[in-house]
């Protein structure tokens, strides 16, 4: 069925990714209001629906579809020779930041995506588990080589590790939670500062 959308041009398949982003991201699956998408995209709830069958097959393409596309996105833009963990985030960052300038709502879906399938329907929530391993996998692939030798040695690599995610989605929470349009380039800036700045306050005296 997917393929009748890939055959669409290139603009035509990123307005309506954009728009099924952004209301999945802004809402989650559950009340993501597939009358907003149309809206949002310009097209019929009919060719939607023609496109992708119904709103559990639209969402289970979509998040297959951004996991495989930042999985790109890591491999071609990742140097491989970093191994300090602060570097490696930010490059991760670095790689969000430029998936922003086409897709503006993608990094906040997979933030959204990776929360609880409660509620959702069988099959559906099998096949997004499914998902969220494989894209759990890939960040924890990525960082794999991550080195905290630079660490002062009181401080705990797990802790440093779930500072930077909470300072990552903080960010991206007060990015994308107004009224107001989103920048990619002010969040990328603050992530990255902020980043910077823990980094030198946990570095070896």
């Given at each position: 069925m997917n393929e009748k959308f890939f055959d669409l041009k290139k603009e035509k398949q990123d307005r309506i990714l954009n728009a099924v982003l952004k209301v999945f991201a802004k809402n989650g699956y559950r009340r993501a209001s597939t009358d907003e998408m149309v809206k949002e995209a310009g097209i019929?709830?009919?060719?939607?629906?023609?496109?992708?069958?119904?709103?559990?097959?639209?969402?289970?393409?979509?998040?297959?579809?951004?996991?495989?596309?930042?999985g790109m996105e890591l491999s071609s833009m990742l140097?491989?020779?970093?191994t300090d963990y602060f570097l490696l985030k930010k490059q991760i960052e670095a790689v969000k930041y430029q998936i922003t300038l086409t897709f503006p709502y993608m990094p906040l879906f997979l933030q959204e995506m990776m929360r609880s399938t409660d509620g959702m329907e069988e099959p559906l929530a099998s096949e997004i588990q499914e998902i969220q391993a494989s894209y759990r996998k890939l960040m924890e692939d990525t960082l794999a080589p991550a080195d905290f030798s630079g660490c002062a040695?009181?401080?705990n690599p797990a802790d440093l590790a779930t500072l930077t995610d909470y300072i990552i989605?903080?960010?991206?929470?007060?990015?994308?939670?107004?009224?107001?349009?989103?920048?990619?380039?002010?969040a990328y800036e603050r992530t990255i500062a902020l980043l910077t700045m823990l980094s030198d306050l946990s570095r070896r005296a």
């Open positions: 019929s709830k009919g060719l939607l629906f023609h496109y992708f069958g119904t709103k559990a097959g639209l969402y289970e393409f979509v998040c297959s579809y951004a996991v495989k596309y930042i140097s491989g020779d970093s040695p009181y401080l989605k903080g960010v991206m929470s007060e990015n994308y939670g107004t009224n107001a349009e989103p920048s990619a380039a002010f």
